[in-house]
């Protein structure tokens, strides 16, 4: 069976925690825990607290995501 794809949404930083990790507000509503993807911290890509965010959901759990790109 395959892998199945991230849903893709965006948010807002709210907290930023420790060991790379955020807490953002969902368009909706809801409140996500994430982690920076790997290529950010490769490039050291800063995400500080009211920065905008796209962020992959796990179909399987819809309360811990990843960031993968913060907007300018």
């Given at each position: 069976?395959?892998?199945?794809?991230?849903?893709?949404?965006?948010?807002?930083?709210?907290?930023?925690?420790?060991?790379?990790k955020?807490?953002?507000?969902?368009?909706?509503?809801?409140?996500?825990?994430?982690?920076?993807?790997?290529k950010?911290?490769?490039?050291?890509?800063?995400?500080?607290?009211?920065?905008?965010?796209?962020l992959?959901?796990?179909?399987?759990?819809?309360?811990?995501?990843?960031?993968?790109?913060?907007?300018?």
């Amino acid at each position: 069976m395959a892998k199945q794809e991230g849903i893709e949404m965006e948010g807002l930083v709210t907290d930023v925690l420790p060991d790379r990790k955020y807490r953002v507000q969902l368009d909706n509503g809801h409140m996500v825990l994430a982690y920076g993807a790997g290529k950010m911290s490769k490039f050291k890509i800063k995400v500080l607290t009211g920065d905008r965010v796209t962020l992959e959901l796990s179909p399987y759990d819809l309360s811990r995501g990843r960031i993968t790109y913060r907007h300018k």
